[in-house]
């Protein structure tokens, strides 16, 4: 087998500017830069405006400012500061996004930490899924642990996984009452984990081994095989022990 050849050439737009795609060692944006083609490098920083029309593929990608991929986005590490739009699938090993971010397509990751906004038009599958603000899943949600703290709407067809917490921030749902705001909740049509605790959760049906359906909780039926509690402050319309 041939041996790959060592790149040590680097990609660097500074101010305003454009390049080819291709393969590089480390690319770097200072301003507002366009990349034209698929691109590969170890590693991608971002700061101001980028814009790569094709893949990009890299072992970092740092975006900070505004950053657009037109294609697909394979990398260890995807960190957004600022606004991110992947038109594409997004698959990485540890995903930040303090922000916001739009993907076209579906996320795979082993951990995604959401901080700030994200909408994902296709699936979301993680080992780790932590949410601190909102997110409007197209498809499935599916995460070993899944922990949303919620501090704007959140929205996924359906959610599945082996730990599931669901939690309201009081402060911001005061606000969020006082001034007419939309309301901050989680809605999903079918929800399904071993533990599941919720709140402030709209669902046709949550299903579980230990169930607890905490306040603020509308759930048209809900079936457990162990344990189930529901507040006084929501509401279930069917209830069936399996």
């Given at each position: 087998m041939e041996a790959q050849p060592i790149i040590t050439n680097d990609l660097s737009i500074s101010g305003a500017g454009s390049a080819d795609g291709g393969r590089y060692r480390n690319a770097r944006i200072n301003g507002n830069g366009r990349i034209d083609g698929d691109l590969e490098c170890r590693s991608f920083k971002s700061a101001g405006h980028s814009h790569v029309y094709g893949n990009l593929a890299a072992q970092e990608v740092i975006l900070r400012g505004?950053?657009?991929?037109?294609?697909?986005?394979?990398?260890?590490?995807?960190?957004?500061?600022?606004?991110?739009?992947?038109?594409?699938?997004?698959?990485?090993?540890?995903?930040?996004?303090?922000?916001?971010?739009?993907?076209?397509?579906?996320?795979?990751?082993?951990?995604?930490?959401?901080?700030?906004?994200?909408?994902?038009?296709?699936?979301?599958?993680?080992?780790?899924?932590?949410?601190?603000?909102?997110?409007?899943?197209?498809?499935?949600?599916?995460?070993?642990?899944?922990?949303?703290?919620?501090?704007?709407?959140?929205?996924?067809?359906?959610?599945?996984?082996?730990?599931?917490?669901?939690?309201?921030?009081?402060?911001?749902?005061?606000?969020?009452?006082?001034?007419?705001?939309?309301?901050?909740?989680?809605?999903?049509?079918?929800i399904e984990g071993d533990v599941i605790y919720l709140e402030h959760t709209f669902a046709s049906v949550v299903r579980g081994r230990d169930v607890k359906i905490g306040p603020g909780c509308e759930i048209g039926r809900v079936e457990y095989t162990n344990t189930l509690y529901v507040d006084i402050d929501s509401t279930v319309a069917q209830r069936q022990q399996l």
């Open positions: 505004s950053g657009s991929v037109a294609g697909n986005v394979r990398s260890e590490l995807l960190s957004v500061s600022g606004n991110g739009e992947f038109r594409g699938d997004v698959a990485a090993g540890l995903v930040k996004v303090n922000g916001s971010a739009g993907i076209g397509g579906s996320l795979t990751a082993d951990t995604a930490v959401i901080r700030g906004s994200v909408q994902i038009n296709g699936d979301c599958e993680a080992e780790k899924f932590e949410a601190y603000g909102g997110f409007e899943v197209g498809g499935l949600l599916n995460a070993g642990m899944i922990d949303i703290r919620l501090f704007g709407p959140c929205r996924a067809r359906e959610i599945g996984g082996e730990s599931i917490r669901v939690n309201k921030n009081g402060f911001l749902n005061s606000l969020a009452s006082l001034f007419g705001s939309k309301r901050i909740s989680l809605e999903a049509g079918t």
